[in-house]
Structure formats: C-alpha cells, structure tokens
Nanobody, 122 residues
Framework: QVQLVESGGGLVQAGGSLRLSCAAS????????MGWFRQAPGKDRDFVAV????????IYADSVKGRFTISRDNAKNTVYLEMNNLKPEDTAVYYC???????????????WGQGTQVTVSS
C-alpha cells in the first residue's frame, strides 16, 4: 500500500511558477507510475501528467505541455510537478496518484493524495 502527501500549492500571479511535491510512504514506490491530476470547482478531475516507474517516460495533457514538467526521485520516494507560466485556468486542487499502469485514466489509479490547492490570480 502507498500513502501520498502533496505539498507546495499556494497563490501565485499569472505567469508565475510553483513546484508541487508528492511524498510517498512504502517500500514499493519505485514500482508505480505516478500521475498528477487536477480538479477545479464544479468540474471533473482531469489528467495533467504521468511519469513511468523509472522516470524515462512522461505524458502531458495538451493544456500544460511545454509549461509543466513531471519528475521523480525514487531514492526520496517523491514525485514533483514543476509548473511555469501559470494561467488563471490552472487554478484547481492538484492530486498525485499511483498506478500499476503508465496511463492517463483516473480509474487506473489505486492510491491518491489529499490534494493541494493552486490558485492563479490574473
């Protein structure tokens, strides 16, 4: 079993940057693909990015491609989301999640963090 705790959210002006972290407990962190998702008020939880177990492969949502970077440090049991050139439409609660598959679908993720709020002001 994996427990996930996100941090690094906050309030930032448009064009600014934030770095989210997701710390995982458990010895099996390195076997999971790790994803970031986000959910704005009144909307579905959307895929943002995923990284495979080794960090060699990534997939991004079109809306964040070129602005966000996902990475992981298996020695620290941590996955990161570097967010640059933030826009008001990036405002949401951001969740990290763990999956046995390198996929974009929320239903494939077995473990979820509690989320961290990101607010981008215009």
């Amino acid at each position: 079993q994996v427990q996930l705790v996100e941090s690094g959210g906050g309030l930032v002006q448009a064009g600014g940057s934030l770095r989210l972290s997701c710390a995982a407990s458990g010895r099996t962190f390195g076997k999971y693909a790790m994803g970031w998702f986000r959910q704005a008020p009144g909307k579905d939880r959307d895929f943002v990015a995923v990284i495979n177990w080794s960090g060699s492969r990534t997939i991004y949502a079109d809306s964040v491609k070129g602005r966000f970077t996902i990475s992981r440090d298996n020695a620290k049991n941590t996955v990161y989301l570097e967010m640059n050139n933030l826009k008001p439409e990036d405002t949401a609660v951001y969740y990290c999640a763990a999956s046995n598959g390198f996929v974009k679908y929320t239903s494939a993720y077995d473990y979820w963090g509690q989320g961290t709020q990101v607010t981008v002001s215009s």
